[in-house]
Structure formats: structure tokens, C-alpha cells
């Protein structure tokens, strides 16, 4: 049996806190200024750990390595990597991170909802998201309202708990939905108890969906509590309810069609404090620090 430490790759860890460094040296040199009050996005752009999957599937102790050479203070969990809670909170308090929420699977929920609940508690977490409702070919009314009424019942479980439940779409939702002129989401979003269920709005998926983001943010201010950060490529199709895309569209942030100081601006001015960059890039390693160079500067503008 081959008992050889995994290497930690001291290399990759240094070139991920020189790059932070730098972007974080030239922010606070006046190459961007920004309004600081009670939240300030730019202090608090977080990362969904499914980023760098690549490496914390090997080495999940360097991918919480590589999150705070970074710089980035929040992470969003997409699963434990076999610790218990403890030992996950111990982790992250060694690198001085911390986890306001995380992702919980559907099936999961389904086999056992205590159980993760009681899970998502010993964490600490304010919020848990749904990332993703299974379901055959295209998402339907039918599945929508399976999912409705599960989303109440988990909802009501988290809340008895002190968390926030949540669903994230992923642009499959924007076909007709039960009323005329609804989409799935709008049914969603409707027959969902707005006291026990919100929502986190993966930016890109809104937009492969087909829909407005800026548009469904004030068309639902008091329903979107968590942001996930993700540019698509210009010219990359829209309209899609596939769910699904090339690595190819999901392009560094700022670089792609997605107007994030609308976007984000308008986020923020409604109130939401959670930010998270998901990288699904073919090269995360390189897009992650180019994306938060641009984040860093990102001056808003909230409609």
C-alpha cells in the first residue's frame, strides 16, 4: 500500500496569495473606491466550494488553503468531504473562514430531512439552498408542484431550526407555468410559503434561461436572499430550460454579457448579503483570481 503524504502543492498556495495580494494592495491604493456602510459587498464576496472541486475531491484542506490565500472571507458549502461538523468548523476556523450557508441535496432531503437539518444546525449555517430538482426531460408543472410541496414541509423543518431554506434555480424553471402568463418559477415563487422558502439566483442561469435577472430581483425583492456570481460568454445561446451548458460559456466575470453593476447593485440595495463566485470554468484556477480583481472594482449601480 502506498502510505505517501498527499503533496500540498506550496506552489500553487503561494501564487494564489501573491495574485490576492496584489488585487487587494491595489484597492487599497485608490485604484477603486468605494461607499463603505453597515454591509459592504466588497468585504464580503464569498465562494461556492464546487469551484474547486478539481482539487477538494483529492485535497480538501488545500482548496480551504487556496480560499484564504485568496483573500475571500465566506464560503458556501456543496458538501461535508466526509467530516463531521465539528471537524469542518474546526477547519475553517484555522483559516480564519467562515460558512454562512450551504447546499443540500434534494434527494437527500427526501431519504432523511431531520437528519440534514440537524446536520446544516451543528454548522452554523443561516441558510441551506436546494441546487437542483430532479426531474425527466424538461421540468414540468407536475414536478414543479411535487417540488412546491416539499419545499413548504423542508422549509418549515429549517426554519424551526433558526436557517433559511431555499431553492436555486438553474434556468430550467422558465417554461409556462400553472396560471397563463406565469412561468414555472413565477408558481414556484408563488405557491411557496414566503415566510419558510426563498431563493438564490444563480445569475447566469437566469440568464440562459431566458430571463431578466435585474427584472426578477424587483419583481421579487423580498424572495432573493443569496446571489451566485457567474459570467456567460457573449453570444453564448439564451433561452435554454436544458439546465445544463458548455464549461466554454461560463467566462471570467466582467468579461462576459451579464451587466453586473445593475445586477449586483440592485441585489445589495434589496437587502442581500449573500454573494458567492461559482467558478464552472474548464480552468477555475486561472478565472478565479481574474474575476475577483474585477469584483474588488466593481462600482455599483442599483436600479
Excluded at 475531491?57 to 461535508?80: R, T
Excluded at 432523511?112 to 436546494?130: H, I, Q, R, S, T
Aim: proline share 7%; with cysteine.
Amino acid at each position: 500500500m502506498n502510505t505517501t503524504p498527499k503533496p500540498r502543492f506550496p506552489t500553487l498556495i503561494a501564487l494564489a496569495a501573491l495574485t490576492s495580494t496584489l488585487l487587494l494592495t491595489g484597492a487599497q491604493t485608490g485604484e477603486s473606491k468605494h461607499e463603505h456602510s453597515e454591509f459592504c459587498f466588497h468585504d464580503s464576496i464569498g465562494i461556492q466550494l464546487w469551484s474547486l472541486r478539481s482539487i477538494s475531491q483529492d485535497d480538501p484542506e488545500l482548496a480551504l488553503d487556496l480560499v484564504k490565500a485568496y483573500g475571500i472571507p465566506l464560503v458556501e458549502a456543496a458538501g461535508n468531504y466526509g467530516w463531521s461538523p465539528d471537524a469542518f468548523l474546526a477547519k475553517l476556523d484555522e483559516r480564519g473562514l467562515k460558512m454562512p450557508s450551504a447546499h443540500v441535496q434534494y434527494n437527500q432531503m427526501m431519504e432523511d430531512p431531520e437528519a440534514v437539518v440537524a446536520e446544516m444546525k451543528a454548522l452554523g449555517v443561516k441558510a441551506c439552498f436546494v441546487p437542483w430538482i430532479p426531474h425527466e426531460e424538461l421540468f414540468d408543472v407536475a414536478e414543479m408542484n411535487r417540488a412546491v410541496e416539499h419545499f413548504n414541509q423542508w422549509g418549515k423543518l429549517f426554519a424551526d431550526a433558526g436557517i433559511r431554506f431555499g431553492y436555486h434555480p438553474h434556468g430550467y424553471e422558465f417554461g409556462p407555468g400553472e396560471l397563463e402568463g406565469e412561468t414555472l418559477l413565477d408558481s414556484m415563487m408563488r405557491k411557496t410559503n414566503p415566510e419558510h422558502v426563498w431563493f438564490e439566483m444563480d445569475v447566469f442561469w437566469v440568464v440562459h434561461g431566458g430571463a431578466d435577472p435585474v427584472e426578477l430581483l424587483k419583481q421579487y425583492p423580498d424572495r432573493w436572499i443569496a446571489l451566485h456570481i457567474k459570467d456567460i460568454r457573449k453570444g453564448a445561446p439564451t433561452g435554454l430550460r436544458t439546465g445544463g451548458a458548455p464549461a466554454s460559456d461560463k467566462v471570467v466575470v466582467g468579461q462576459g454579457s451579464i451587466d453586473w453593476p445593475r445586477v449586483i447593485g440592485t441585489a445589495v440595495a434589496q437587502g442581500v448579503e449573500l454573494h458567492f463566485l461559482e467558478e464552472e470554468s474548464e480552468n477555475p484556477l486561472l478565472q478565479i483570481p481574474l474575476s475577483l480583481e474585477y469584483l474588488r472594482k466593481l462600482e455599483l449601480q442599483p436600479e
